[in-house]
């Protein structure tokens, strides 16, 4: 098994044990729990308005989010996972979570990558070459547009994003009880 393999397989596993190990490390407060909220959910918007877009194995999505960066939810993840950071109050803390985050989607984006251009060849080439990988360009790449344009609400919730919004609430909610019981 390769790097792209482990990091693409065991990604969510191994944020669930980074995830004990922030709490511990966590010194919420009130205020930067909330300022933590207000940037995490920057990236859940940016996450949902993606999702609602991608057609996992169906089509190469190139439209809406698509069209300014290869990886809009990453993107999105990456602005939530800073969100978190501020929430947890806690350089250490912080600093794991942002290493786990650049390393573990380093690696799945390079795998995504290999599957896509496999998939969908030339077509995919094309797209590569008009539209950044990870941090989005100023306007949207002119692409063939494909058979699903719109964003859908359908296909937010056949991509499960809600999750995403369930897990960083959780998050938060932790952060608050935590914050409570260390005596506010």
Partial sequence: MSWLDFFARWRVRIGYILTILVLWLARPTLLWTLAGAAV???GLLIRAYAAGYLHKQEVLTVTGPYSYTRNPLYFGSSILAVGAAIAVHSVWA????????????????????MELRGKHGAAFDRY???????FPQISAARQPASPQTAFSWAQYKKNHEYEAAAGFLMLLVALLVIWRLRGA
């Avoid at 912080?94 to 799945?108: D, E, Q």
């Avoid at 590569?128 to 990870?134: D, K, Q, Y």
């Fill in 128 to 134: 590569a070459a008009s539209v950044p990988l990870f």
């Fill in 40 to 42: 995490g959910l920057l």
């Fill in 94 to 113: 912080a600093v794991l979570m942002l290493i786990y985050f650049a390393l573990v989607y380093a690696f799945v984006m390079r795998r995504e990558e």
